[in-house]
């Protein structure tokens, strides 16, 4: 059962790595875009009020919603957005996975884009840690094209509920993450469908696939982490670990202090830090297509909006992940279990090696390729969206064609 509103078309380093920066960083963004007393009206306008503008944080539910619906305005694809209820917990469950102190429905935000093609293949969107299947707005439109596609924010994150996060390891914190989304499958009446994750995102689909292999029918998994554990470690890493600094960053990370803590901390600056982050990173160190002020504004301020309410999902870091973004239970352990076909996606300057990639692929039983984009780093989606876009068409080949064997491999695109 879902709450679903319908809206129409729109004319409208260190280690710990670049992802988790770009919590820290997104710390700022919205100056431009969101102010601590501002809320949008259903007219459009902006009307000020006394709690909003006594609030520390300049942000709620409200305003991530109004703030997802003004980045859709860039599409031009309709689609409808759902809160797809999944229930409080499995029947019976006292596990911690959906659940804060009481026992009410947790709700999926979901973004679906339907195709008018009725065999058009379903693709679903998982985004990665500190962000939200709003990163995903230069590709609904290229993608819509030929897919039926189903974005999600994950639980505790974006516009989906963030129940207390009471995991205490990293297997509970797993199963937070998987069986809410299986419990959002059968929510939806999906049967099967290509599960596409980034990042974060790509651990959590790359484990689902792991114990649901027979609703997966391809897994693209782009800039995945999970793939390094700690034996991986570059020497420099070693050495750095073992400083005073090193230490004290890695106690912070062990007690859970997350970036998104920085946001909420700076109160009404913080939409300020997450402007020049959002410059930086897809501005002036971009590599591809770079954002326009438009995008740049819009993108800003829903950055802000997903970073500074309330912590939920963000507190699995240190369970998935030690000091350096290595991960516990690395994905690489479990390639000679996978069962599903898989494609790699990784732009040229993404920090996150492909190479774990092809570690893995000498284990796997199932057909395997790993495809780098150029001018892309690692939102490579967002840096540059055509190359992306080519990459995954390639990997659906057999879904969107009726002779995939005569697909050539996409000109300016890399077989690793």
Same mark, same amino acid.
């Given at each position: 059962?879902?709450?679903? +509103? @319908?809206?129409?078309?729109?004319?409208?380093?260190?280690?710990?790595?670049?992802?988790? +920066?770009?919590?820290?960083? =997104?710390?700022?963004?919205?100056?431009? =875009?969101?102010?601590?007393?501002?809320?949008?009206?259903?007219? $459009?306008?902006?009307?000020?009020?006394?709690?909003?503008?006594?609030?520390?944080?300049?942000?709620?539910?409200?305003?991530?919603?109004?703030?997802?619906?003004?980045?859709?305005?860039?599409?031009?694809?309709?689609?409808?957005? *759902?809160?797809?209820?999944?229930?409080?917990?499995?029947?019976?469950? #006292?596990?911690?996975?959906?659940?804060?102190?009481?026992?009410?429905?947790?709700?999926?935000?979901?973004?679906?884009?339907?195709?008018?093609?009725?065999?058009?293949?379903?693709?679903?969107?998982?985004?990665? !840690?500190?962000?939200?299947?709003?990163?995903?707005?230069?590709?609904?439109?290229?993608?819509? +094209?030929?897919?039926?596609?189903?974005?999600?924010? /994950?639980?505790?994150?974006?516009?989906?509920? @963030?129940?207390?996060?009471?995991?205490?390891s990293t297997e509970e914190t797993e199963a937070w993450f998987i069986?809410?989304?299986?419990?959002?499958?059968?929510?939806?009446?999906?049967?099967?469908?290509?599960?596409?994750?980034?990042?974060?995102?790509?651990?959590?689909?790359?484990? !689902?696939?792991?114990?649901?292999?027979? &609703?997966?029918? &391809?897994?693209?998994?782009? $800039?995945?982490?999970?793939?390094?554990?700690?034996?991986?470690?570059?020497?420099?890493?070693?050495?750095?670990?073992?400083?005073?600094?090193?230490?004290?960053?890695?106690?912070?990370?062990?007690?859970?202090?997350?970036?998104?803590?920085?946001?909420?901390?700076?109160?009404?600056?913080?939409?300020? %830090?997450? &402007? #020049?982050?959002?410059?930086?990173?897809?501005?002036?160190?971009?590599?591809? /297509?770079?954002?326009?002020?438009? *995008?740049?504004?819009?993108?800003?301020?829903?950055?802000?909006?997903? %970073?500074?309410?309330?912590?939920? $999902?963000?507190?699995?870091?240190? !369970?998935?992940?030690?000091?350096?973004?290595?991960?516990?239970?690395?994905?690489?352990?479990?390639?000679?279990?996978?069962?599903?076909?898989?494609?790699?996606?990784? $732009?040229? /300057?993404?920090?996150?090696?492909?190479?774990?990639?092809?570690?893995?692929?000498?284990?796997?039983?199932?057909?395997?390729?790993?495809?780098?984009?150029? *001018?892309?780093?690692?939102?490579?989606?967002?840096?540059?969206?055509?190359?992306?876009?080519?990459?995954?068409? &390639?990997?659906?080949? +057999?879904?969107?064609?009726?002779?995939?064997?005569?697909?050539?491999?996409?000109?300016?695109?890399?077989?690793?």
């Amino acid at each position: 059962m879902s709450i679903i +509103r @319908r809206l129409g078309r729109s004319p409208v380093k260190f280690v710990m790595a670049e992802e988790l +920066r770009t919590a820290a960083a =997104a710390t700022a963004t919205a100056t431009a =875009a969101a102010t601590p007393a501002e809320t949008t009206t259903s007219a $459009g306008g902006k009307k000020w009020t006394w709690p909003s503008l006594l609030r520390w944080i300049p942000t709620s539910t409200d305003h991530i919603i109004a703030s997802e619906k003004r980045l859709l305005s860039l599409v031009k694809t309709p689609y409808v957005v *759902e809160q797809v209820n999944i229930g409080s917990g499995p029947p019976g469950s #006292k596990i911690r996975w959906f659940r804060s102190a009481s026992d009410e429905p947790r709700f999926i935000n979901t973004v679906t884009f339907d195709n008018k093609d009725e065999n058009a293949p379903t693709m679903v969107m998982v985004h990665g !840690y500190a962000a939200s299947q709003g990163f995903f707005f230069r590709n609904f439109d290229a993608l819509a +094209r030929r897919f039926r596609v189903i974005a999600i924010d /994950q639980l505790g994150w974006g516009g989906s509920s @963030r129940p207390d996060f009471t995991c205490k390891s990293t297997e509970e914190t797993e199963a937070w993450f998987i069986d809410s989304l299986e419990a959002w499958r059968k929510a939806k009446n999906l049967s099967s469908f290509i599960l596409l994750g980034h990042s974060f995102g790509g651990y959590v689909a790359a484990k !689902y696939a792991l114990k649901h292999p027979e &609703h997966v029918q &391809h897994l693209i998994l782009v $800039g995945s982490a999970g793939f390094s554990a700690e034996t991986d470690m570059s020497e420099r890493l070693t050495q750095f670990r073992s400083t005073w600094k090193g230490a004290v960053l890695n106690h912070l990370w062990e007690s859970n202090f997350t970036p998104q803590k920085i946001v909420r901390g700076l109160g009404p600056w913080g939409p300020n %830090l997450v &402007h #020049k982050y959002t410059s930086a990173r897809f501005g002036s160190y971009a590599t591809g /297509q770079l954002l326009d002020e438009e *995008e740049s504004k819009l993108l800003t301020d829903y950055i802000y909006h997903t %970073l500074a309410a309330k912590g939920s $999902g963000e507190l699995c870091l240190k !369970y998935i992940f030690s000091f350096g973004a290595f991960a516990r239970k690395p994905l690489l352990h479990s390639a000679s279990e996978w069962k599903v076909p898989t494609t790699f996606i990784y $732009g040229y /300057q993404d920090w996150m090696s492909y190479q774990g990639a092809q570690e893995a692929r000498k284990n796997m039983k199932v057909p395997c390729e790993i495809i780098r984009v150029p *001018e892309g780093g690692h939102f490579v989606f967002i840096d540059n969206p055509s190359g992306f876009h080519s990459a995954v068409f &390639h990997a659906c080949r +057999r879904f969107l064609s009726s002779d995939p064997d005569s697909e050539s491999f996409p000109e300016g695109l890399t077989s690793a």
